[in-house]
């Protein structure tokens, strides 16, 4: 479980968020939408402690973050990105589950070839095998698919989905995209823009998650609901 | 293809050198202005003269260059690490670039005498400044999301600075690296030419002064030519390292479709 309980930020004069509490339950996958400027991705940092707060967050060991960039070394081959993480913490068998995270993400055959020779799609693929291959207990997602075209991203969207079904990892993804987290979550949190507090918490109710959901009224019913609550913000 | 792109040049060669020797024929003045047969027969006849200056020089620039370029990512990684460090040595890494070298330069034959050694020092306090620089650059522009995610993981300082801050300045390096391949030379040739009067053998820059003092200046230009060409082949080399590095990831390297 992640806990963020009285997490506030100012950067200077400006309050960036504004006491946040949130619990987030083991292998629950959970959304964060807002206006921009919002301090949403403020507050995926301060989970991932890279920005410091006079709150606290409590979290399991083992995590990874997904940069909205993909945040690939671009002098490292397909190969030796997907290992990079592994060596810095100094894990064992890379080899072995290097071969198989390329499988999962439909890589191999590309191990000797540079990021700048891959799609979009590719590189974030690369970047979720980099980070699963890590056996996390929790994943961060700082807008991961924003840099990929609509149809792209659909797909995406499916195979961090079931990423997340054969994983059970407990996600958090900040996005833009509304049809996304109510696709992805159990539950989507809005806030406020600045200073960025929790509004709501909206629980999505759809037990499966299929391509054919987005074309129900239900699912549309829902992503306008929230937009309509961002929307007051504007 | 290669024939396609070594055309140009050649044509530019070409003109330039026939409007050299008909200009040369018509001054005729062969003490001030040789023609270019002139000095290619002038390289021939004066081979050896001018292969035991290019060694000298060679020595005294190479190994300039070599501890420049040491040095010069040294104090630059040293200026990355510390924002206090980098104030304090950063205006004194421009006063070197500013430093008029010539005027120095007599300067630092008189402490360290009318040896190597005074135009190796020369060269370095030349070449040293661009590598400081872009290095520095380099350093300190690693992209802020892979910063984040080395952060992330709690790698080390060192970690971070060998696995990803070092690799990211290496185009930075290169660039630096380029221009101070022909300085090293040009540092070397102006410490020569202080030393000239002082020794009896010596590089590119004592046979030029001894050359000139002689009127031979077709001798003159044939080693003016053999020290730029000397600069020249310092530059390709860096050339080649930095394409061999950079080719398969680096967008400056990478073959245009």
Known sequence: MIAISGVSKHFDEVQALAEVNLDIATGEFISIVGPSGCGKSTLLRIVADLVSTSGTVTKPNKGAFVFQDSALLPWLTVQNNVELLMKLEGLPNIKEKTCIALEQVGLTGFEKNYPHQLSGGMKMRLSLARSLILDPEYILLDEPLSAVDELTREVLQEELHEMWNRDKFTAVLVTHNIAEAVYLSNRVIVMSPRPGKITHIIDVPFKKRTPELRTTSKFSKLVNDISGKLRTWR | ?257
């Open chain 2, 1 to 257: 293809m290669e024939i396609k792109k070594l055309l140009p040049p050649a044509i530019i060669l070409l003109l330039f050198l026939g409007s050299w020797h008909i200009g040369a024929l018509i001054y005729n003045m062969a003490f001030i202005l040789p023609t270019p047969l002139v000095v290619a027969q002038t390289f021939v006849a004066d081979f050896d003269i001018i292969m035991t200056g290019l060694v000298l020089t060679f020595e005294a620039a190479f190994t300039g260059y070599i501890i420049a370029v040491v040095m010069g990512i040294a104090v630059a990684t040293v200026m990355s690490l510390s924002n206090i460090l980098e104030k304090s040595l950063y205006p004194y890494a421009i006063l070197l670039q500013t430093v008029p070298v010539v005027a120095v330069a007599p300067l630092i034959v008189l402490w360290f005498g009318f040896e190597m050694k005074s135009i190796i020092i020369i060269s370095i306090i030349i070449s040293l400044f661009p590598i400081i620089n872009n290095t520095l650059l380099g350093l300190k522009s690693t992209s802020k999301t892979l910063v984040e995610l080395f952060e992330y993981h709690k790698t080390s300082k060192l970690q971070t600075f060998f696995k990803l801050r070092f690799p990211a300045a290496i185009p930075n390096i290169i660039a630096g690296m380029k221009i101070s391949a022909g300085l090293s030379v040009i540092g070397a040739i102006v410490g020569e030419f202080i030393i000239g009067s002082g020794s009896e053998e010596g590089g590119l820059g004592v046979q030029i002064i001894y050359a000139q003092a002689d009127l031979e200046t077709a001798l003159v230009m044939a080693l003016i030519l053999t020290a730029t060409s000397l600069g020249f082949i310092f530059f390709i080399t860096i050339q080649t390292l930095g394409w061999y590095l950079m080719h398969k990831w680096h967008e400056s390297e990478m073959k245009r479709k």
